[in-house]
Nanobody
Framework: VQLQASGGGLVQAGDSLRLSCAPT????????MGWFRQAPGKERECVAA????????YVADSVKARFTISKEKAKNTIFLQMNSLEPEDTAVYYC???????????????????WGQGTQVTVSS
């Protein structure tokens, strides 16, 4: 299984972007999917995550007012809607997944089974 992410790009501060991620070569019927990001010189951090049913979500405090994670269950696809983007949001965004439903471990990067290739988000001031 591979995770295919899309939707990154170059935008101006205040703009919005929507990232998408879907598995190829297989599907998930359980577990957690989400987004991490890594800015230059910084550690990778979990931005948002959602469980299989969509009734359990995590969004980092730093983006909670501006980012929303959602899921289209039938297509096994997750989305990260990013509004009011700031230059500090500039980073490579990675889609990731794990199969056991361990949300806390996933957000702390203690259990990640799959990583996507990353998509660049650049926010200019």
């Amino acid at each position: 299984v591979q995770l295919q992410a899309s939707g990154g790009g170059l935008v101006q501060a205040g703009d919005s972007l929507r990232l998408s991620c879907a598995p190829t070569g297989g599907t998930f019927s359980s577990g957690v999917m989400g987004w991490f990001r890594q800015a230059p010189g910084k550690e990778r951090e979990c931005v948002a995550a959602i469980n299989w049913n969509g009734d359990g979500r995590y969004v980092a405090d730093s983006v909670k007012a501006r980012f929303t994670i959602s899921k289209e269950k039938a297509k096994n696809t997750i989305f990260l809607q990013m509004n009011s983007l700031e230059p500090e949001d500039t980073a490579v965004y990675y889609c990731a997944a794990e199969r056991r439903g361990w949300m806390v471990a996933f957000t702390q990067q203690l259990r990640v089974d799959y990583w996507g290739q990353g998509t660049q988000v650049t926010v200019s001031s």
